[in-house]
C-alpha cells in the first residue's frame, strides 16, 4: 500500500536561515507528488507537484523540491525562510488513475525573529 | 470567483444529533472530496466523487454519508454524531481526479461533538 511519511513533526528555523522538509514516500509505480501548505485557521493551498520530466521543481512563494526516486524521497527547500513561511506543509502522493490522495501528517515549521 | 465554500465554519453538537456540512465550489470540477484533519493524524479521505450521481468511500467513511446531485454541491452528512467525530473537516475538488491533479481546499468546518 502507498504510504507517505514525515519524520519531522515540527522545525524551528530562524528568519532568513534555509530550510528543507523531508518526504519519503512508498508506492511501486513512478508516483505523483504534492507538496500543500496550510497556514493557520486555513485550507491548503498546493505549493507544488512532480508528475514526471525535471526531477527538480518549482513552486509558488520560492519553494523547490527535489524527487529522487532512489531514496523514495521529495523534499521540499527554501533558501532563505520568511516569518510568513511559519505553516503546516504537507507532502502528498497520488496514484494518478486511481482518483486518490494520501498525504502524510504533516510539518509545522516555526520561524524565529 | 468563489472557488470552494464550505458552511458552516464552526458547529457544535451534542452526541446522537445530525446534521450536514455544506460545499460548493463554482469551477466546474468534477472530482470532490471530503476530508477530516486531526492533530498528528494529517488529513484522511472520507468520501468522495468524481462526477454528479457518483460517490465513493475513502479511508474512513463510517458515520458518515454523502450524495452529489449537482456538479457543484458535494454535503457531507453526519448520520448521528459522536464524539470521536470531533475535527476539523475540509471539502476539496478539482478538475481531474485527486491523485493527479491540483486540489483546491475549501476553508475548513470546525465540528465539536459533546
Known amino acids: 500500500a502507498q504510504s507517505v511519511t514525515q519524520p519531522d513533526i515540527h522545525i524551528t528555523v530562524s528568519e532568513g536561515a534555509s530550510l528543507e522538509l523531508r518526504c519519503n514516500y512508498s508506492?511501486?509505480?513512478?508516483?505523483?507528488l504534492f507538496w500543500y501548505v496550510q497556514s493557520p485557521g486555513q485550507g491548503l493551498q498546493l505549493l507544488l507537484k512532480y508528475f514526471s520530466g525535471d526531477t527538480l521543481v518549482q513552486g509558488i512563494k520560492g519553494f523547490e523540491a527535489e524527487f529522487k526516486r532512489s531514496q523514495s524521497s521529495f523534499n521540499l527547500r527554501k533558501p532563505s525562510v520568511h516569518w510568513s513561511d511559519a505553516a503546516e506543509y504537507f507532502c502528498?502522493?497520488?496514484?494518478?488513475?486511481?482518483?486518490?490522495?494520501?498525504f502524510g501528517k504533516g510539518t509545522k515549521l516555526s520561524v524565529k525573529p | 470567483n468563489a472557488g470552494v465554500t464550505q458552511t458552516p465554519k464552526f458547529q457544535v453538537l451534542k452526541t446522537g444529533q445530525s446534521m450536514t456540512l455544506q460545499c460548493a465550489q463554482d469551477m466546474n470540477h468534477e472530482y470532490m472530496s471530503w476530508y477530516r484533519q486531526d492533530p498528528g493524524m494529517g488529513l484522511r479521505l472520507i468520501h468522495y466523487?468524481?462526477?454528479?450521481?457518483?460517490?465513493d468511500q475513502g479511508e474512513v467513511p463510517n458515520g458518515y454519508n454523502v450524495s452529489r446531485s449537482t456538479t457543484e454541491d458535494f454535503p457531507l452528512r453526519l448520520l448521528s454524531a459522536a464524539p470521536s467525530q470531533t475535527s476539523v473537516y475540509f471539502c476539496a475538488s478539482s478538475l481531474g481526479l485527486a491523485g493527479s491533479d491540483t486540489q483546491y481546499f475549501g476553508p475548513g468546518t470546525r465540528l465539536t461533538v459533546l
Open positions: 466523487s468524481v462526477g454528479a450521481g457518483i460517490t
Open positions: 508506492y511501486g509505480a513512478t508516483p505523483y
Open positions: 502528498a502522493v497520488g496514484r494518478g488513475s486511481q482518483g486518490n490522495l494520501i
